[in-house]
């Protein structure tokens, strides 16, 4: 009988307590502001959780920015309150240039929510990786692609090295992102076309019949990698 | 009965106010000193001074061996999830080795304040106190300039007006080569005020102020000359970031400070060498001689029998027959190892297999590393070799003829042999993979273990002290600045003391000497003392050592000896007992190199680990203190 009221009491202060926060809680942000980080409209891919986004809301006297990352292909997005925000990436991070204001800060991109919005923006990556074509054979991964060097100016830079990643998820990159890779270094990629790189699939646990493969080019000064969409290989 | 009451009640109100209300009310306190009282004899005051010099913070230290495990020099054979994650983690956080102590600085402030004023005390003493305090403080700002860049320079104690305002005491970080000239400056100063004291080791001496002038005039040097490599490091108002051309100005100065105690002026300090007969033992003396150590030159000290102690031996004694029923935490790697060169300055992977592939068989175990700097035998347990004059039991298994492995999953396991008899078929001290306290890599770490009956057990434990500057670290200071000043052949004369040392008896020409060979240096001799990590940001060589990627048995065997040499995770070499009778390799000794699978992390040193996350609730307190570069 004891047990039993203390079970009822437990019961009713839940009750109570999921009663009372209604009342105390704002709406949360309900507009969503999504995009992607785009070249002449192809989509730039990058390492998920690295590459950083900071959102300024006006009016509010705080510091601080709403701070996230883009997802390996480039996608962001963001729940915010109706209002007047400034989007920038901060200095030194990401696989490209960002435009920086006259005094030599980033500049920032301005945002008008009231509702939904879609954003694109439009980055100059140092190089693009291009046709990125995937075999499996005799359990190896075959990647073939293109470079694209696409800042040629004084800002140019050097090619430190790239990689071919394979995963048994769909999240593909360096760190705890691969099952295996292989790398060439800045040096032995003599030509832009038709490079070439072949890994061999270790055994995974539980068997799959399957990976996800993409190139990553590392870009010597640049901290951020960029790379070729992920593919999906049937092995 | 009642009236009784009122008039006692009346009689006592009447004497309280016959009191003298000041002296009833304002008594000193029995239990507590006052400012005055303790400043007011020399031993008082050195009890506060002893606490200061108790709370100084080291990056790396004997009191917790978790501090030395990192880095993929070693394994930790531990499986706690703190220590597991070393293994596991694919990148260090931004806030990893922070310190922002100014509790600390305001502590020694005080002393310095209350000590000056102090009227009691012999100049004597006084110039001591004062000077030592200067020096603490000195130190902690190094530590905090290594760590956190710039920061506020505070020197005098602060105090709140209760204005509401509190923008009086709020400071801005300082550049990054103030605090270094602040650090050199001071030991400039005070090195005078210091004894000259070869036997005084505890405490601060004219040696000690000048080395870490040494260290910290190299430190901002090297920044200064290599950060070129890592532009964005660096902040706009110089927090972070040292200009290039302030360069040989440091490396002057750590060359001239370090030439001074080798010239003998602060005392008269030379390398180890009280047992030249065995170079390994000799080496691993150096840590654990206490008496007339003429190569440490500031340490923190310990004593048995009082509360000062500490269990480095406990945790990282060699498992089997151990005082405790443990030890073995710290297992080197084979990164490390195989960084020792061999005798005639060449480098090689430890040879396991012959040209054509095949197994390399070994008599016994330790042949293995025969040739080799003495540094390896010294720093490192390896198989085959004995501590506290008892062999350490480390291999894997039994290498069957056909090519299969017998092994055993717990120390010392006993299993059916082919021949049909039980044997044991793993050693006592392992290696088994995922078994805590066994060798995993193959190897344990010798370095700072005491070899004095008791010092592995926990009632007992160790008296050895932590080595914070010792007089080769000196002599490789000045080697690298007059390397990096032009000064090639003075830099080889000052190398070729350490190296001869430890064995390595072909001296180096002044044209062998090169980065890699300073950089290489240092590592060996220093392992396991807290200076890689420190070493691996100043020549900005920390994002390339350590760049996230996993390291391939190819890699891991090739460019020994390299500056930027990946060293992402740590591998380990295992001894196998070959198990063929009747052949001629029966009982013989194969090793192979192996990745245990519980490594699955891969270190990643992101440019944003250079310095140390300002932990937001500082930077909101004191909205001056600008933010790190790269930590978005």
Same mark, same amino acid.
Request: charged share 20%; aromatic share 10%; glycine share 8%.
């Given at each position: 009988?004891?047990?039993?009221?203390?079970?009822?009491?437990?019961?009713?202060?839940?009750?109570?307590?999921?009663?009372?926060?209604?009342?105390?809680?704002?709406?949360?942000?309900?507009?969503?502001?999504?995009?992607?980080?785009?070249?002449?409209?192809?989509?730039?891919?990058?390492?998920?959780?690295?590459?950083?986004?900071?959102?300024?809301?006006?009016?509010?006297?705080?510091?601080?920015?709403?701070?996230?990352?883009?997802?390996?292909?480039?996608?962001?997005?963001?729940?915010?309150?109706?209002?007047?925000?400034?989007?920038?990436?901060?200095?030194?991070?990401?696989?490209?240039?960002?435009?920086?204001?006259?005094?030599?800060?980033?500049?920032?991109?301005?945002?008008?929510?009231?509702?939904?919005?879609?954003?694109?923006?439009?980055?100059?990556?140092?190089?693009?990786?291009?046709?990125?074509?995937?075999?499996?054979?005799?359990?190896?991964?075959?990647?073939?692609?293109?470079?694209?060097?696409?800042?040629?100016?004084?800002?140019?830079?050097?090619?430190?090295?790239?990689?071919?990643?394979?995963?048994?998820?769909?999240?593909?990159?360096?760190?705890?992102?691969?099952?295996?890779?292989?790398?060439?270094?800045?040096?032995?990629?003599?030509?832009?076309?038709?490079?070439?790189?072949?890994?061999?699939?270790?055994?995974?646990?539980?068997?799959?019949?399957?990976?996800?493969?993409?190139?990553?080019?590392?870009?010597?000064?640049?901290?951020?990698?960029?790379?070729?969409?992920?593919?999906?290989?049937?092995? | 009965?009642?009236?009784?009451?009122?008039?006692?009640?009346?009689?006592?109100?009447?004497?309280?106010?016959?009191?003298?209300?000041?002296?009833?009310?304002?008594?000193?306190?029995?239990?507590?000193?006052?400012?005055?009282?303790?400043?007011?004899?020399?031993?008082?005051?050195?009890?506060?001074?002893?606490?200061?010099?108790?709370?100084?913070?080291?990056?790396?230290?004997?009191?917790?061996?978790?501090?030395?495990?990192?880095?993929?020099?070693?394994?930790?054979?531990?499986?706690?999830?703190?220590?597991?994650?070393?293994?596991?983690?694919?990148?260090?956080?931004?806030?990893?080795?922070?310190?922002?102590?100014?509790?600390?600085?305001?502590?020694?402030?005080?002393?310095?304040?209350?000590?000056?004023?102090?009227?009691?005390?012999?100049?004597?003493?006084?110039?001591?106190?004062?000077?030592?305090?200067?020096?603490?403080?000195?130190?902690?700002?190094?530590?905090?300039?290594?760590?956190?860049?710039?920061?506020?320079?505070?020197?005098?104690?602060?105090?709140?007006?209760?204005?509401?305002?509190?923008?009086?005491?709020?400071?801005?970080?300082?550049?990054?080569?103030?605090?270094?000239?602040?650090?050199?400056?001071?030991?400039?100063?005070?090195?005078?005020?210091?004894?000259?004291?070869?036997?005084?080791?505890?405490?601060?001496?004219?040696?000690?102020?000048?080395?870490?002038?040494?260290?910290?005039?190299?430190?901002?040097?090297?920044?200064?000359?290599?950060?070129?490599?890592?532009?964005?490091?660096?902040?706009?108002?110089?927090?972070?970031?040292?200009? &290039? %051309?302030?360069? !040989?100005? +440091?490396?002057? #100065?750590?060359?001239? *400070?370090?030439?001074?105690?080798? /010239?003998?002026?602060? $005392?008269?300090?030379?390398?180890?060498?009280?047992?030249?007969?065995?170079?390994?033992?000799?080496?691993?003396?150096?840590?654990?001689?206490?008496?007339?150590?003429?190569?440490?030159?500031?340490?923190?000290?310990?004593?048995?029998?009082?509360?000062?102690?500490?269990?480095?031996?406990?945790?990282?004694?060699?498992?089997?027959?151990?005082?405790?029923?443990?030890?073995?935490?710290?297992?080197?790697?084979?990164?490390?190892?195989?960084?020792?060169?061999?005798?005639?300055?060449?480098?090689?992977?430890?040879?396991?297999?012959? &040209? %054509?592939?095949? !197994?390399? +068989?070994?008599? #016994?175990?330790?042949? *293995?590393?025969?040739?080799?700097? /003495?540094?390896?035998? $010294?720093?490192?347990?390896?198989?085959?070799?004995?501590?506290?004059?008892?062999?350490?039991?480390?291999?894997?298994?039994?290498?069957?003829?056909?090519?299969?492995?017998?092994?055993?999953?717990?120390?010392?396991?006993?299993?059916?042999?082919?021949?049909?008899?039980?044997?044991?078929?793993?050693?006592?001290?392992?290696?088994?993979?995922?078994?805590?306290?066994?060798?995993?890599?193959?190897?344990?770490?010798?370095?700072?273990?005491?070899?004095?009956?008791?010092?592995?057990?926990?009632?007992?434990?160790?008296?050895?002290?932590?080595?914070?500057?010792?007089?080769?670290?000196?002599?490789?200071?000045? *080697?690298?600045?007059?390397?990096?000043?032009?000064?090639?052949?003075?830099?080889?004369?000052?190398?070729?003391?350490?190296?001869?040392?430890?064995?390595?008896?072909?001296?180096?020409?002044?044209?062998?000497?090169?980065?890699?060979?300073?950089?290489?240096?240092?590592?060996?001799?220093?392992?396991?003392?807290?200076?890689?990590?420190?070493?691996?940001?100043?020549?900005?060589?920390?994002?390339?050592?350590?760049?996230?990627?996993?390291?391939?048995?190819?890699?891991?065997?090739?460019?020994?000896?390299?500056?930027?040499?990946?060293?992402?995770?740590?591998?380990?070499?295992?001894?196998?007992?070959?198990?063929?009778?009747?052949?001629?390799?029966?009982?013989?000794?194969?090793?192979?190199?192996?990745?245990?699978?519980?490594?699955?992390?891969?270190?990643?040193?992101?440019?944003?680990?250079?310095?140390?996350?300002?932990?937001?609730?500082?930077?909101?307190?004191?909205?001056?203190?600008?933010?790190?570069?790269?930590?978005?």
């Amino acid at each position: 009988m004891k047990k039993k009221i203390s079970y009822i009491m437990m019961a009713a202060m839940m009750a109570a307590s999921f009663a009372a926060c209604k009342k105390d809680n704002y709406t949360p942000p309900q507009s969503k502001l999504s995009g992607r980080l785009t070249y002449k409209g192809e989509e730039v891919n990058v390492e998920v959780n690295q590459v950083p986004f900071q959102l300024f809301q006006f009016g509010f006297g705080k510091v601080g920015a709403i701070s996230s990352t883009f997802e390996q292909d480039g996608k962001f997005s963001a729940l915010l309150f109706d209002g007047d925000y400034k989007l920038t990436v901060p200095a030194n991070q990401g696989p490209f240039v960002w435009k920086k204001a006259a005094s030599g800060a980033q500049d920032s991109i301005s945002v008008k929510m009231a509702g939904n919005q879609e954003l694109d923006i439009e980055v100059t990556p140092y190089y693009m990786i291009r046709n990125a074509a995937f075999e499996a054979k005799e359990n190896k991964v075959t990647g073939t692609f293109n470079l694209e060097k696409v800042i040629t100016d004084a800002n140019a830079k050097n090619i430190e090295r790239a990689n071919l990643y394979i995963n048994k998820t769909q999240f593909v990159s360096a760190g705890d992102y691969n099952v295996a890779s292989v790398q060439l270094s800045g040096d032995q990629i003599k030509t832009m076309t038709g490079i070439s790189m072949t890994v061999g699939v270790p055994a995974i646990s539980p068997a799959q019949n399957y990976v996800f493969a993409r190139i990553g080019l590392k870009i010597a000064g640049v901290e951020d990698m960029i790379f070729s969409p992920v593919q999906k290989i049937t092995l | 009965m009642k009236k009784i009451l009122q008039f006692t009640m009346l009689l006592v109100l009447a004497g309280a106010g016959g009191c003298n209300d000041d002296k009833f009310l304002n008594k000193e306190p029995l239990s507590d000193l006052t400012i005055d009282e303790v400043f007011s004899s020399s031993p008082q005051v050195f009890s506060i001074l002893a606490n200061l010099y108790n709370r100084q913070v080291d990056i790396a230290t004997v009191k917790t061996w978790m501090t030395m495990a990192d880095f993929s020099e070693s394994f930790v054979s531990d499986n706690g999830s703190d220590q597991v994650n070393i293994l596991r983690r694919t990148s260090w956080n931004y806030d990893s080795w922070n310190s922002w102590d100014y509790t600390y600085i305001r502590d020694i402030n005080l002393f310095l304040e209350r000590a000056e004023k102090a009227t009691v005390l012999s100049e004597t003493d006084k110039t001591r106190f004062l000077a030592e305090a200067r020096f603490l403080r000195a130190n902690y700002y190094f530590e905090l300039v290594k760590r956190m860049g710039g920061v506020p320079l505070i020197l005098n104690t602060m105090v709140y007006d209760y204005s509401g305002n509190p923008s009086n005491l709020q400071f801005p970080r300082a550049k990054e080569h103030e605090v270094y000239d602040f650090v050199i400056s001071e030991m400039e100063a005070i090195k005078g005020q210091l004894p000259t004291d070869v036997n005084q080791k505890g405490r601060a001496t004219k040696a000690a102020a000048l080395a870490m002038q040494s260290r910290a005039a190299l430190y901002a040097a090297s920044i200064a000359k290599y950060g070129v490599n890592t532009p964005q490091v660096s902040l706009p108002g110089h927090e972070v970031g040292i200009a &290039a %051309s302030m360069a !040989p100005g +440091y490396y002057a #100065k750590a060359l001239s *400070a370090a030439k001074e105690i080798i /010239a003998g002026s602060a $005392g008269n300090y030379s390398l180890y060498i009280k047992k030249p007969n065995d170079l390994q033992e000799n080496f691993a003396s150096i840590f654990y001689d206490k008496g007339n150590n003429p190569e440490s030159i500031w340490i923190e000290d310990f004593q048995l029998k009082t509360t000062k102690v500490h269990g480095f031996t406990v945790s990282n004694q060699p498992r089997f027959g151990a005082e405790e029923e443990e030890g073995g935490r710290i297992n080197p790697s084979l990164n490390l190892v195989q960084a020792f060169e061999k005798t005639d300055n060449t480098f090689a992977p430890i040879r396991v297999k012959d &040209a %054509s592939g095949n !197994p390399v +068989y070994f008599d #016994k175990q330790i042949d *293995a590393f025969a040739g080799r700097d /003495a540094r390896l035998g $010294g720093t490192v347990i390896l198989p085959g070799s004995a501590f506290k004059a008892r062999p350490v039991d480390i291999w894997a298994g039994y290498q069957l003829p056909n090519g299969s492995i017998l092994s055993g999953d717990d120390r010392g396991s006993q299993r059916p042999m082919p021949d049909g008899t039980t044997a044991q078929v793993v050693g006592f001290d392992g290696p088994i993979v995922g078994k805590e306290h066994t060798a995993q890599t193959g190897f344990y770490i010798r370095k700072y273990l005491d070899p004095a009956i008791g010092s592995g057990s926990r009632g007992t434990q160790s008296e050895l002290p932590f080595i914070r500057y010792r007089y080769a670290e000196v002599l490789l200071n000045a *080697a690298e600045a007059a390397f990096e000043t032009g000064n090639a052949s003075e830099a080889a004369g000052y190398m070729n003391q350490v190296r001869t040392r430890a064995g390595l008896t072909t001296p180096l020409k002044a044209s062998d000497i090169t980065f890699d060979r300073i950089v290489h240096e240092r590592r060996v001799e220093l392992a396991f003392e807290g200076h890689l990590l420190y070493d691996m940001k100043r020549w900005r060589l920390a994002h390339q050592v350590w760049d996230g990627e996993r390291l391939t048995e190819a890699e891991l065997l090739s460019n020994i000896g390299k500056a930027d040499k990946k060293s992402t995770q740590p591998y380990s070499l295992l001894p196998y007992k070959v198990y063929n009778p009747g052949q001629p390799n029966h009982n013989k000794w194969i090793y192979k190199v192996a990745l245990s699978n519980l490594v699955t992390g891969s270190n990643r040193f992101r440019l944003g680990n250079y310095y140390s996350f300002i932990n937001d609730d500082i930077r909101s307190r004191n909205p001056k203190v600008v933010r790190q570069p790269n930590q978005d």
